[in-house]
């Protein structure tokens, strides 16, 4: 969590939302990929913390299957996000800081437990909540 935290770092210093996240290797010694928020720095509405990260993994292990890998993120990812982590195929996703407003990996909604779905990843989430939540609360009061 203390490199999605890093990561994290990145995306306020560029005008982002300061959300960061790494995916690493299903033995878990290994960072596969790693991003944050990147939207206002590109324009690119896709362009969230986890979806940077997936992508970068992929690219790195020349596959779009992350079978075995846990995906590590600052804030409980959205919809989209949520969606991307299903598609991937990772094994789990540890989130810090819970969104009540568009979370979907048990908040809002639960969109990854989603029995509906072919996949469905393990979730450990409060991971250094408070840490995680705290760049967020002072990028918003400082809008």
């Given at each position: 969590?203390?490199?999605?935290?890093?990561?994290?770092?990145?995306?306020?210093?560029?005008?982002?939302?300061?959300?960061?996240?790494?995916?690493?290797?299903?033995?878990?010694?290994?960072?596969?990929?790693?991003?944050?928020?990147?939207?206002?720095?590109?324009?690119d509405p896709t362009a969230h913390a986890?979806?940077?990260?997936?992508?970068?993994?992929?690219?790195?292990?020349?596959?779009?299957?992350?079978?075995?890998?846990?995906?590590?993120?600052?804030?409980?990812?959205?919809?989209?996000?949520?969606?991307?982590?299903?598609?991937?195929?990772?094994?789990?996703?540890?989130?810090?800081?819970?969104?009540?407003?568009?979370?979907?990996?048990?908040?809002?909604?639960?969109?990854?437990r989603d029995r509906r779905l072919n996949?469905?990843?393990?979730?450990?989430?409060?991971?250094?909540?408070?840490?995680c939540a705290t760049p967020l609360t002072?990028?918003?009061?400082?809008?």
């Amino acid at each position: 969590m203390r490199l999605a935290l890093a990561e994290a770092g990145l995306a306020g210093r560029g005008g982002d939302v300061p959300v960061g996240a790494v995916v690493l290797s299903p033995d878990g010694t290994t960072v596969l990929g790693a991003g944050h928020n990147e939207r206002e720095l590109t324009g690119d509405p896709t362009a969230h913390a986890e979806v940077l990260a997936l992508r970068r993994a992929a690219a790195e292990l020349g596959q779009w299957r992350l079978t075995g890998c846990t995906l590590v993120v600052t804030l409980e990812p959205c919809t989209m996000c949520a969606g991307a982590l299903v598609q991937s195929r990772v094994d789990r996703v540890v989130y810090g800081a819970r969104d009540d407003k568009a979370g979907a990996v048990g908040s809002l909604w639960d969109v990854v437990r989603d029995r509906r779905l072919n996949h469905r990843p393990e979730v450990i989430p409060g991971v250094l909540a408070e840490e995680c939540a705290t760049p967020l609360t002072d990028f918003f009061r400082n809008r």
